[in-house]
């Protein structure tokens, strides 16, 4: 079956303007994640949906970072008047339940210009 | 809470050494553990995992890790290292049946294998 997918794998944007990156989990996956991995660097925990519940948004940095989960299905990551910082790769995980194995996608790198 | 810290974030050893990548833990409940590979410019990738069980478990790649629960360890081992080896490995824990907590990653270990 197919993994997790992200679109774009590369994004280039002016500082200032606002970007949408796009996750497809697993089919029948529940939970997902989005983390941020700069260069060189650990993950950095985002923002976590799973099932209907209320997401988990404690690790978004700033409220210019949002994240919808359609459908409990595809999810968004928007950031809005994006920065130099912002600048990394963003990873999206999907798992068949909270606390089992995650199954990541390939990533979509941004850079902001 | 839980935590996780993985000692060294860089280790280099030669081709054929023991690899020994250090994890421990904290968790208020028994846990789950994870370690996870990323090659160069790729995705995170699972390598083995402990639930419940034997305490000794195998991966891919010839890896292995021990759960001591007393040590509160999960160090990753591979009797003898290969070139292909070289990535960054990421030692991770859940509460294996908490809906209210999420996975905690290391902050990640750099392995380099030297010719």
């Known amino acids: 079956g197919a993994g997790v997918s992200q679109s774009p794998s590369n994004k280039v944007t002016e500082k200032g303007k606002d970007v949408e990156l796009r996750c497809d989990p697993i089919?029948?996956?529940?939970?997902l994640y989005w983390y941020r991995q700069s260069l060189g660097q650990g993950l950095e925990f985002l923002i976590y949906?799973?099932?209907?519940?209320?997401?988990?948004k404690s690790g978004l940095p700033s409220d210019r970072f949002s994240a919808e989960r359609t459908g409990g299905s595809v999810s968004t990551l928007t950031i809005q008047r994006t920065q130099q910082e912002d600048s990394a790769v963003y990873l999206c995980?999907?798992?068949?339940?909270?606390?089992?194995?995650?199954?990541f996608g390939p990533g979509t790198r941004l850079t902001v210009t | 809470a839980q935590s996780v810290t993985q000692l060294g974030s860089h280790v280099s050893v030669s081709e054929g050494a023991l690899v020994l990548l250090r994890c421990n833990y904290s968790?208020?409940?028994?846990?789950?553990l994870f370690w996870y590979v990323q090659y160069p410019n790729q995705g995170l990738q699972l390598l083995l995992k402990?639930?419940?069980?034997?305490?000794l478990v195998k991966g891919i790649n010839g890896f292995e890790a021990e759960f001591k629960k007393s040590e509160t360890s999960f160090h990753l081992t591979k009797p003898s290292a290969h070139m292909s080896d070289a990535a960054e490995y990421f030692c991770?824990?859940?509460?294996?049946?908490?809906?209210?907590?999420?996975?905690?990653f290391g902050s990640g270990t750099r392995l380099s294998i030297r010719p």
């Open positions: 995980a999907s798992s068949f339940r909270q606390g089992d194995e995650q199954y």
């Open positions: 089919s029948g996956h529940t939970a």
């Open positions: 949906f799973q099932g209907n519940s209320a997401p988990d």
């Open positions: 968790s208020s409940v028994p846990p789950y």
């Open positions: 402990y639930t419940t069980g034997a305490t």
């Open positions: 991770a824990v859940s509460p294996f049946y908490s809906s209210a907590s999420k996975i905690i």
